[in-house]
């Protein structure tokens, strides 16, 4: 029987005593399970941040632990992860780890279970907290390093887009000089000799390769002065373009059908505006090659709302979901020689015009659909 002046034992100074004269086992038994990488730039620091939070574990038994204290050792975990570039779920489970270990440990101590329940609550309660702060942080931390280095892979590709379109524009200039005497001088040939053979052909190739410059230089330069714009009846334009595509339209052996409202009209750059459905309406004849037989390309114009819609739908080959946005990136391209600034020009000229663009496949049909304001 105890004394009167005996001191009482409180129930969380025995579990202390318990715990700290097995210490040194339960450290090593959690140091043995946990996950540590041996090119982990941290990994002394792994065991160093465990024994810190057993630490405050341990206080929190018989002191108050804030949770702000535990946000900082939560913090300071988060921060070297990121710096180490490991997987946050290795750091959750080495942290249950040592929780389970705590928890073992504690129900070892022969403390009846009414008067431990309420010391084991507290302490899953600085667990969850310490687990919610640190994966939180590296998920912000995380966050941060990929917007940094998306804008840094941004702004390289800017530069590059910028270097390439210095050099382009100098060479297509070199080649445009040369290509409008050729062009002039068939002309020439074609008034003086009006049945000399292939004179059509010759041309309209010499038109494509003036088109195909003018992408160039429309994804290489700044466009500074805005150029002027006009009212374009649509059914006129659209029987200019079909009549510049005829020969490769029948070259690639195309059913077209159209279906042009003959009242939409739009204020626009015509040259721009053409170069947009020439390049697209050119990309579908392209897409048809796929097919043996059976190509169809279907061409409509109408007024909806306040604005104008082009649909130029083919029955080629489906493109992907994955593609439809990546293809009006710069340099994307699928075609073994294509040089992937079409439809990224084509983007660029129709949100210049404040319109969009987008496209919508599947097995049977690809469209294109372009929307420009009304006028």
């Known amino acids: 029987m105890k004394s009167a002046s005996e001191p009482v034992v409180s129930t969380e100074d025995k579990l202390i005593k318990f715990l700290e004269e097995r210490e040194e086992a339960f450290l090593t038994l959690w140091q043995e399970t946990i996950i540590i990488h041996e090119e982990d730039l941290y990994k002394e620091e792994v065991k160093k941040n465990g024994y810190q939070m057993y630490l405050l574990i341990k206080r929190s ?19 070297q992860r990121v710096l180490s570039n490991s997987n946050i779920g290795e750091f959750v489970y080495n942290v249950n780890l040592g929780r389970s270990a705590v928890i073992k440990y504690i129900n070892k101590s ?4 009414d008067k431990l329940q309420p010391i084991i609550d507290k302490v899953n309660l600085h667990f969850d907290r310490y687990c919610y702060h640190a994966v939180t942080r590296y998920t912000e931390l995380k966050d941060f390093e990929l917007k940094e280095k998306m804008l840094f892979i941004n702004q390289s590709h800017k530069d590059r887009l910028s270097l390439l379109g210095q050099m382009s524009s100098s060479f297509v200039h070199e080649f445009r000089n040369p290509l409008t005497s050729v062009m002039g001088f068939i002309k020439l040939l074609k ?38 714009r006009e009212e374009i009846q649509m059914e006129d334009l659209f029987s200019e373009i079909l009549s510049f595509l005829y020969p490769s339209i029948v070259d690639g052996d195309v059913d077209v059908k159209t279906n042009i409202d003959s009242t939409c009209k739009i204020i626009a750059v015509k040259d721009e505006v053409k170069q947009v459905l020439v390049n697209i309406i050119l990309n579908s004849i392209d897409a048809l090659k796929h097919r ?7 061409i409509t114009c109408e007024k909806k709302h306040e604005t104008i819609v082009f649909t130029i739908t083919n029955n080629g080959p489906e493109i992907p979901e994955e593609m439809k946005e990546a293809i009006f990136e710069p340099f994307y391209t699928t075609k073994s020689l294509g040089t992937g600034i079409g439809l990224y020009v084509c983007k660029t000229l129709i949100e210049k015009h404040n319109g969009t663009i ?10 294109f659909i372009i929307s420009l304001p009304t006028i």
């Not at 022969?110 to 279970?113: E, F, Q, R, S, T």
């Not at 008034?191 to 429309?218: A, G």
């Not at 987008?358 to 469209?367: A, F, G, V």
């Open 61 to 79: 038994i018989t002191q108050f632990v804030s949770d702000e204290e535990v946000k900082e050792l939560a913090y300071k975990v988060a921060k």
């Open 110 to 113: 022969g403390i009846a279970i």
């Open 191 to 228: 008034l003086e000799n009006p049945t000399l053979k292939y004179m059509e052909t010759i041309e309209h190739e010499l038109d494509q390769l003036k088109f195909r410059i003018t992408q160039f230089l429309h994804a290489s330069r700044l466009e500074i002065v805005d150029k002027h």
């Open 292 to 298: 043996p037989s059976n190509r169809c390309l279907s």
């Open 358 to 367: 987008n496209c919508e496949s599947n097995k049977e049909l690809t469209s």
